[in-house]
């Protein structure tokens, strides 16, 4: 629904849960990199197709991000603003079902303990079979099942201080990649033909620490993130009934991810604005397919087929001024990021790298923006 009412959005989740995001013809599939997805102010890498829960609303930014958050994207950010704890005892539950075994389930409890603090605490089940099916196991292929939950705590001890502390849970399962031969395409038949159900698996647990300090006219933020996903991967890699190739990707490096954010934002009513901040990160093992890969081709093992580590270290300084004349507004940014990637393959094609071959590359890069708006 959000591309639906976006316009220049176009948005869609794939089979295997990976979305599809492209914002003014700028983006890529599966694997995000030209869009980045924001949730309780984090870009997040792993699960950005995860149910949106217990939101008070989404913001899109259309064009190049690097001088607001931390992240820096190319094509636009997609930011998801989660409802936070308030001061009043609420809640709310909701219920959906549907054909094809379709099930929605969602409810949220708002709990003052303080007059300086509240938490909150929210949890979704949702599951589908989708409408394509086996014909060689007679079993909905594109069916999933995931379930989360997620707990805030809200403190403030003093009226310039302010602390939120998040966890999010999340665990999915379905299918993944079953894609379908088509003969005709002008006669498209949602069946699938592989000689098992294929299946993915993932599980996401992430921990935010968000502080905020009152200055007066400025405010000072602190974002500390760190997220943990495990996932694997079993696929009939030949997509023929004959069960000839098989292929599991067995996740024996889960991904890990640690973000550090500072800001200072300006807090006044002048005719201008401005915002600086630092942003550090480290991404180990974030992939596209989880490794190692184990190929099963008739009674022959390929153990493995690919085997690598990944590590990803990014520093970056980025600040942005407005300044506002009638209706006119003109913004100028600049960031300036390091970023350091390595890898270590130990195989590749199913031949042992001895020794293990490592890959490194830096780079830094100065981005700066200008924009007048009316």
Do not use: C
Not at 155 to 181: A, Q, V
Not at 209 to 233: C, K
Not at 331 to 358: H, M, N, W
């Amino acid at each position: 629904e959000l591309g639906q009412q976006t316009p220049s959005v176009l948005l869609n989740r794939r089979q295997d849960n990976f979305p599809n995001v492209v914002i003014r013809g700028v983006g890529s599939f599966g694997n995000v990199q030209g869009v980045g997805f924001y949730v309780d102010e984090v870009q997040n890498f792993t699960d950005q197709t995860m149910r949106l829960q217990d939101l008070e609303r989404v913001e899109i930014l259309k064009g190049p991000q690097g001088t607001l958050y931390g992240g820096s994207n190319i094509g636009g950010a997609v930011r998801y603003v989660s409802r936070v704890p308030t001061f009043d005892f609420n809640g709310e539950i909701r219920a959906e079902i549907g054909q094809r075994n379709y099930r929605d389930l969602f409810g949220a409890i708002n709990v003052p303990v303080s007059e300086k603090a509240a938490f909150r605490v929210s949890g979704y089940h949702t599951q589908d079979d989708g409408f394509v099916e086996n014909s060689v196991t007679g079993n909905p292929i594109q069916d999933f099942r995931e379930y989360g939950v997620r707990g805030q705590l809200l403190l403030e001890p003093t009226p310039e201080l302010r602390s939120l502390t998040t966890i999010r849970y999340r665990d999915y399962k379905g299918g993944t990649n079953t894609y379908t031969r088509q003969s005709d395409p002008s006669d498209v038949a949602y069946i699938n033909t592989s000689s098992f159900d294929s299946e993915a698996t993932r599980e996401t647990i992430a921990i935010v620490e968000n502080l905020t300090y009152d200055f007066g006219g400025a405010e000072l933020t602190s974002i500390t993130s760190y997220t943990h996903q495990d996932q694997t991967w079993f696929i009939d890699a030949d997509y023929n009934p004959p069960n000839i190739v098989v292929a599991r990707f067995d996740d024996a490096r889960p991904a890990k991810i640690f973000t550090q954010e500072l800001r200072l934002a300006s807090q006044g009513t002048s005719n201008w604005d401005w915002l600086f901040g630092i942003y550090g990160s480290r991404i180990d093992n974030h992939v596209p397919v989880p490794t190692p890969v184990i190929l099963d081709v008739g009674p022959i093992t390929i153990d493995p087929r690919a085997d690598v580590k990944t590590r990803q270290d990014d520093i970056a300084a980025f600040g942005t001024v407005n300044f506002y004349i009638n209706n006119f507004t003109l913004g100028g940014g600049l960031r300036v990021g390091q970023t350091d990637y390595g890898s270590k393959i130990f195989v590749a094609s199913g031949i042992p790298k001895i020794p293990t071959l490592e890959l490194d590359q830096k780079d830094t890069v100065v981005l700066p923006k200008v924009s007048l708006s009316y």
